[in-house]
């Protein structure tokens, strides 16, 4: 009983007590309380108690929430469209659909084609604006692959993609004195353009139905073949992202060695045909946007020819055949488009003689990774057999480089030549002061070129000055070459050659043969007769820089892409377009230029 009235009597004392402005604790009315405590809270005065009004999304300025709004995804406007009534109506406008389509394509639009509106053109291909934004696409079909253009046409407010093709005309043979010998080269200018007879992709979609779901596959228009038998059909597939634990012992696309959008890769086999569910999304997060994949098969109408074999699932009545999933990827924008520092990386097309122009990626990285040990050994070959290295016919080391035997001793000899001359020119120089003299004495101070085989620097070569003076961006770094389509010997995705350094390390020389000049590129391509009168004409004109040449290895292999190997060549930087690479095993020039992508963009 004595506890429960000193209990009740702490409890009276402690109500008829005033509230302390120290006690944080302590009930507190709105009269005593200042406005300033609470800067997140606006104080209004209306019938009855004072209320308290918290500053809400909705109850910002247009202007303010509309800066609120462009910060959010697509998704995101999906969400907030399905809060309430106000912020619908701002989801729902236009201006920011219209930004959410632009962002994707590289064309201005000015209306929304067809559709009433951007954002009915934005959900017709939700999910597949990846396509035209990244623009560049490279399959997997070994050897050859295939290289996409994907744009979105603003007239039928479709998204397609056709095949890159390259047209070199007819093949005339050349030489010209390189290196001290003769050397076949092939006058390399192709039409390069879109194949607009038959579109690879082709996706309109439907306003008046919902976007398909991530794992379902999407059926483009088939092509009708001659006899209207039989057409080849064709279904797009959406890609789940790889996860990355998995990537050590599965066959994925792109191959490691290309550079990939957020390292977005996906499984490029599978016994099922990717039909399973584990290579489709089922969800927004696991969709990959920089990879997708193609079926292709051919599906009669009436009959099937006698003696055909049927295989593959899904056709009507058993007529499918000749079922193939092709698995495409991109590369990051930034890894193919040309700056200042890096005025090589670009997509390019090359002369492969026999096997026609194949594309190839050429990449100039910050951070390079360790080359192939059989390019490293290849690379080791100038040095050392400069060095006076000595390789048996046993030696198995030439073979593990990629380098024939007759091959290194024929390098070999060439250095005891060049020390010979070297010797020569030296003891005349002592007796008689000529500009020749001055000349040898800059050629044996010079480092560079003392570790330069002979047969790498060209007799039009200029004397190499005692340190380069273009040690410097854009000479520096590494530049890399890899096939986007490739041939039987070196399939797509495989690297083509490599300059280890563009600076003073690679560096061999200079050259200004004619046909390394603008000039003769200009006149070549337009198939000009009076080549001699252009030349004879420009005698009293400004007389071209000299050409860079750099060390680089050529990876070459037998059909099948066995046995392969990297062989010692050199590479003449002619300009940000165009490039030559010396092949000295086979004695021939393959010219390489760069494609022009944004001229598809108006085709």
């Given at each position: 009983?004595?506890?429960?009235?000193?209990?009740?009597?702490?409890?009276?004392?402690?109500?008829?007590?005033?509230?302390?402005?120290?006690?944080?604790?302590?009930?507190?009315?709105?009269?005593?309380?200042?406005?300033?405590?609470?800067?997140?809270?606006?104080?209004?005065?209306?019938?009855?108690?004072?209320?308290?009004?918290?500053?809400?999304?909705?109850?910002?300025?247009?202007?303010?929430?509309?800066?609120?709004?462009?910060?959010?995804?697509?998704?995101?406007?999906?969400?907030?469209?399905?809060?309430?009534?106000?912020?619908?109506?701002?989801?729902?406008?236009?201006?920011?659909?219209?930004?959410?389509?632009?962002?994707?394509?590289?064309t201005k639009l000015k209306t929304s084609g067809i559709d009433p509106s951007f954002h009915?053109?934005?959900?017709?291909?939700?999910?597949?604006?990846?396509?035209?934004?990244?623009?560049?696409?490279?399959?997997?079909?070994?050897?050859?692959?295939?290289?996409?253009?994907?744009?979105?046409?603003?007239?039928?407010?479709?998204?397609?993609?056709?095949?890159?093709?390259?047209?070199?005309?007819?093949?005339?043979?050349?030489?010209?004195?390189?290196?001290?010998?003769?050397?076949?080269?092939?006058?390399?200018?192709?039409?390069?353009?879109?194949?607009?007879?038959?579109?690879?992709?082709?996706?309109?979609?439907?306003?008046?139905?919902?976007?398909?779901?991530?794992?379902?596959?999407?059926?483009?228009?088939?092509?009708?073949?001659?006899?209207?038998?039989?057409?080849?059909?064709?279904?797009?597939?959406?890609?789940?992202?790889?996860?990355?634990?998995?990537?050590?012992?599965?066959?994925?696309?792109?191959?490691?060695?290309?550079?990939?959008?957020?390292?977005?890769?996906?499984?490029?086999?599978?016994?099922?045909?990717?039909?399973?569910?584990?290579?489709?999304?089922?969800?927004?997060?696991?969709?990959?946007?920089?990879?997708?994949?193609?079926?292709?098969?051919?599906?009669?109408?009436?009959?099937?020819?006698?003696?055909?074999?049927?295989?593959?699932?899904?056709?009507?009545?058993?007529?499918?055949?000749?079922?193939?999933?092709?698995?495409?990827?991109?590369?990051?924008?930034?890894?193919?488009?040309?700056?200042?520092?890096?005025?090589?990386?670009?997509?390019?097309?090359?002369?492969?003689?026999?096997?026609?122009?194949?594309?190839?990626?050429?990449?100039?990285?910050?951070?390079?990774?360790?080359?192939?040990?059989?390019?490293?050994?290849?690379?080791?070959?100038?040095?050392?057999?400069?060095?006076?290295?000595?390789?048996?016919?046993?030696?198995?080391?030439?073979?593990?480089?990629?380098?024939?035997?007759?091959?290194?001793?024929?390098?070999?000899?060439?250095?005891?030549?060049?020390?010979?001359?070297?010797?020569?020119?030296?003891?005349?120089?002592?007796?008689?002061?000529?500009?020749?003299?001055?000349?040898?004495?800059?050629?044996?101070?010079?480092?560079?070129?003392?570790?330069?085989?002979?047969?790498?620097?060209?007799?039009?070569?200029?004397?190499?000055?005692?340190?380069?003076?273009?040690?410097?961006?854009?000479?520096?770094?590494?530049?890399?070459?890899?096939?986007?389509?490739?041939?039987?010997?070196?399939?797509?995705?495989?690297?083509?050659?490599?300059?280890?350094?563009?600076?003073?390390?690679?560096?061999?020389?200079?050259?200004?043969?004619?046909?390394?000049?603008?000039?003769?590129?200009?006149?070549?391509?337009?198939?000009?007769?009076?080549?001699?009168?252009?030349?004879?004409?420009?005698?009293?004109?400004?007389?071209?820089?000299?050409?860079?040449?750099?060390?680089?290895?050529?990876?070459?292999?037998?059909?099948?892409?066995?046995?392969?190997?990297?062989?010692?060549?050199?590479?003449?930087?002619?300009?940000?377009?165009?490039?030559?690479?010396?092949?000295?095993?086979?004695?021939?020039?393959?010219?390489?230029?760069?494609?022009?992508?944004?001229?598809?963009?108006?085709?």
């Open positions: 009983m004595q506890a429960q009235r000193q209990s009740s009597r702490n409890s009276s004392e402690e109500g008829s007590s005033p509230a302390t402005p120290t006690s944080s604790t302590s009930n507190q009315t709105p009269a005593t309380t200042s406005t300033s405590s609470l800067p997140e809270r606006s104080y209004t005065t209306a019938p009855g108690s004072p209320t308290f009004r918290e500053t809400t999304l909705t109850s910002l300025p247009i202007e303010l929430l509309d800066q609120i709004l462009s910060y959010l995804s697509p998704l995101d406007f999906v969400n907030v469209s399905e809060t309430c009534h106000r912020l619908r109506r701002q989801a729902l406008d236009d201006t920011f659909w219209q930004r959410f389509v632009q962002r994707n394509v590289a009915k053109l934005y959900t017709r291909h939700h999910g597949r604006w990846f396509l035209p934004l990244h623009r560049i696409w490279y399959s997997d079909q070994y050897p050859y692959g295939k290289l996409l253009y994907a744009r979105y046409d603003p007239y039928r407010s479709c998204i397609e993609a056709y095949q890159v093709v390259a047209e070199r005309g007819r093949l005339n043979s050349s030489s010209v004195d390189f290196a001290g010998r003769q050397v076949e080269y092939h006058p390399f200018h192709p039409y390069v353009h879109l194949d607009l007879n038959s579109a690879s992709i082709h996706l309109s979609g439907d306003t008046n139905e919902q976007p398909p779901d991530f794992n379902d596959e999407i059926r483009m228009p088939p092509t009708l073949q001659d006899d209207d038998s039989s057409r080849v059909e064709h279904s797009f597939i959406h890609t789940r992202n790889l996860e990355t634990h998995n990537e050590g012992w599965q066959s994925v696309w792109p191959p490691r060695l290309l550079p990939t959008p957020d390292d977005q890769r996906v499984r490029n086999q599978s016994p099922s045909g990717f039909r399973s569910f584990d290579h489709n999304p089922s969800l927004a997060s696991q969709l990959s946007t920089a990879t997708f994949r193609i079926r292709q098969w051919i599906e009669f109408s009436h009959f099937i020819p006698a003696g055909l074999h049927i295989f593959g699932s899904g056709g009507q009545g058993g007529k499918r055949v000749g079922e193939t999933v092709a698995t495409y990827a991109t590369l990051p924008v930034e890894c193919y488009t040309p700056t200042k520092e890096k005025p090589w990386q670009g997509i390019w097309c090359g002369d492969y003689t026999g096997h026609g122009t194949e594309y190839l990626v050429l990449l100039q990285p910050d951070d390079p990774k360790p080359l192939p040990e059989k390019a490293q050994r290849a690379f080791a070959m100038w040095p050392n057999v400069n060095e006076n290295a000595v390789l048996d016919d046993e030696d198995d080391e030439a073979d593990d480089a990629g380098l024939p035997l007759d091959f290194v001793h024929h390098w070999e000899l060439n250095n005891a030549a060049e020390q010979q001359a070297s010797q020569t020119s030296s003891s005349s120089s002592s007796t008689t002061s000529t500009p020749a003299a001055s000349t040898s004495e800059a050629s044996t101070s010079n480092p560079e070129a003392n570790t330069i085989p002979t047969r790498s620097r060209p007799s039009t070569t200029t004397t190499p000055p005692q340190s380069d003076p273009n040690d410097t961006a854009p000479y520096k770094g590494r530049l890399e070459a890899i096939k986007l389509t490739g041939d039987p010997n070196i399939p797509r995705g495989e690297p083509t050659w490599f300059v280890q350094d563009l600076g003073s390390r690679g560096f061999v020389g200079y050259t200004k043969d004619p046909v390394f000049s603008a000039n003769h590129t200009q006149n070549t391509a337009n198939n000009k007769d009076d080549d001699d009168d252009n030349a004879r004409g420009e005698e009293g004109e400004e007389e071209e820089e000299p050409k860079r040449i750099v060390r680089s290895v050529g990876h070459v292999a037998h059909t099948g892409f066995i046995g392969d190997g990297y062989l010692p060549n050199c590479l003449v930087l002619i300009s940000g377009d165009r490039l030559a690479q010396y092949w000295e095993t086979f004695g021939f020039m393959s010219f390489y230029q760069r494609v022009d992508l944004d001229g598809f963009m108006s085709v």
